[in-house]
């Protein structure tokens, strides 16, 4: 067992040999030794180390082993530590009732018996080698239970979420889009649906191929998200086309604009990285919107509408935004 692994003693005796018996009784036990000559210093060696036991001697000038003792208590990181009095005084009651009161868990008297010493000394050791292991065992479980948790979650995370842009996907859209409508529904408010689908991405993955198709997704992602509020959700349903659950809505006009300045952003070129080259690509986005409940009062007939839309979007020429016209 290496030195800094031991555990530590504190010894406090004021006479230097008491201190030197103390010290050859205690080389029998794995231990690390820590003498104090004072009530003071013992103080000051608890600030330093963490104890596993304190032989404290209860005769010491200045501060005694009783004053000593009660300081100790009222400290939150050493009244853990057990504290065994040293002394002469072992056979007056009183004297140890006092030694309990300050903080004591037990006594040895004076002159010392070497095995009682020894015994008293290694069953502490012992307990304190077992807290430790408690100690490490609950940190491990607790280190455990948190990966569990970070799994749990990313688990979760992963279920709801696009792997590829981290958007909601269609399951999560389709739950966001429900709560959207029951909250409408409550609070006689608006909201739109978007339906964004890609205008010329097929042809970045052809010359470009499928890791520039991810990047220019990704990017995509991220203009749609900077182009609407926190509280809209923007999901991917899978290919290049994209929703967006536009959280009240003034009307069809906000929506328009809304809309037109989402495709400004697509058609802004994009950075893509080919083997270490940059290459510029440009695309643009079709957007069809629906209204609720203006224009449709139940899911179905508003993604219907919505698609509707965009196809008109892409009939009309692409890179616009339509509004549906039931």
């Not at 569990?148 to 979420?161: F, P």
């Not at 220019?216 to 182009?227: M, P």
């Given at each position: 067992m290496s030195t800094l692994a031991?555990?530590?003693?504190?010894?406090?005796?004021d006479t230097p040999a008491n201190l030197l018996v103390m010290r050859r009784l205690l080389a029998k036990v794995e231990a690390?030794?820590?003498e104090a000559a004072s009530g003071a210093a013992a103080l000051s060696a608890c600030l330093d180390h963490d104890f596993a036991l304190i032989l404290l001697d209860v005769n010491m000038p200045e501060m005694d082993g009783f004053e000593v003792a009660s300081l100790l208590q009222e400290a939150i990181t050493t009244r853990p530590t057990p504290i065994i009095f040293v002394t002469a005084a072992y056979g007056d009651?009183?004297?140890?009732?006092?030694?309990?009161h300050s903080g004591a868990v037990d006594y040895i008297a004076k002159p010392i018996n070497d095995?009682?010493?020894?015994?008293?000394?290694?069953?502490?050791?012992?307990?304190?080698?077992?807290?430790?292991?408690?100690?490490?065992?609950?940190?491990?479980q607790f280190d455990l239970n948190r990966q569990l948790q970070d799994a749990k979650q990313q688990v979760q995370h992963l279920a709801h979420h696009?792997?590829?842009?981290?958007?909601?996907?269609?399951?999560l859209f389709t739950d966001r889009l429900d709560t959207a409508i029951d909250r409408t529904t409550r609070n006689g408010r608006r909201f739109a649906l978007m339906y964004v689908d890609i205008d010329g991405f097929k042809a970045v993955n052809d010359n470009h191929g499928h890791e520039a198709g991810d990047q220019l997704l990704k990017q995509i992602a991220a203009?749609?998200?900077?182009g609407v509020r926190r509280?809209?959700?923007?999901?991917?349903?899978?290919?290049?086309?994209?929703?967006?659950?536009?959280?009240?809505?003034?009307?069809?006009?906000e929506a328009q604009l809304i809309g037109e300045q989402l495709c400004q952003r697509l058609c802004t070129p994009f950075m893509l990285d080919k083997d270490g080259t940059p290459v510029t690509v440009q695309?643009?986005?079709?957007i069809g919107v629906a209204l609720f409940p203006d224009q449709a009062q139940e899911r179905e007939a508003l993604l219907h509408l919505a698609d509707t839309a965009m196809y008109d979007a892409k009939r009309g020429g692409k890179n616009q935004c339509r509004v549906a016209n039931p």
């Amino acid at each position: 067992m290496s030195t800094l692994a031991l555990p530590k003693i504190l010894v406090v005796d004021d006479t230097p040999a008491n201190l030197l018996v103390m010290r050859r009784l205690l080389a029998k036990v794995e231990a690390q030794l820590v003498e104090a000559a004072s009530g003071a210093a013992a103080l000051s060696a608890c600030l330093d180390h963490d104890f596993a036991l304190i032989l404290l001697d209860v005769n010491m000038p200045e501060m005694d082993g009783f004053e000593v003792a009660s300081l100790l208590q009222e400290a939150i990181t050493t009244r853990p530590t057990p504290i065994i009095f040293v002394t002469a005084a072992y056979g007056d009651d009183l004297h140890r009732l006092k030694g309990y009161h300050s903080g004591a868990v037990d006594y040895i008297a004076k002159p010392i018996n070497d095995q009682i010493l020894l015994s008293k000394v290694r069953v502490f050791l012992e307990l304190y080698r077992s807290k430790l292991a408690l100690q490490d065992a609950l940190e491990q479980q607790f280190d455990l239970n948190r990966q569990l948790q970070d799994a749990k979650q990313q688990v979760q995370h992963l279920a709801h979420h696009d792997g590829l842009t981290g958007l909601a996907n269609r399951l999560l859209f389709t739950d966001r889009l429900d709560t959207a409508i029951d909250r409408t529904t409550r609070n006689g408010r608006r909201f739109a649906l978007m339906y964004v689908d890609i205008d010329g991405f097929k042809a970045v993955n052809d010359n470009h191929g499928h890791e520039a198709g991810d990047q220019l997704l990704k990017q995509i992602a991220a203009r749609l998200q900077e182009g609407v509020r926190r509280s809209d959700t923007v999901a991917r349903l899978g290919g290049d086309e994209f929703a967006i659950v536009l959280e009240e809505a003034g009307d069809a006009v906000e929506a328009q604009l809304i809309g037109e300045q989402l495709c400004q952003r697509l058609c802004t070129p994009f950075m893509l990285d080919k083997d270490g080259t940059p290459v510029t690509v440009q695309v643009g986005g079709s957007i069809g919107v629906a209204l609720f409940p203006d224009q449709a009062q139940e899911r179905e007939a508003l993604l219907h509408l919505a698609d509707t839309a965009m196809y008109d979007a892409k009939r009309g020429g692409k890179n616009q935004c339509r509004v549906a016209n039931p």
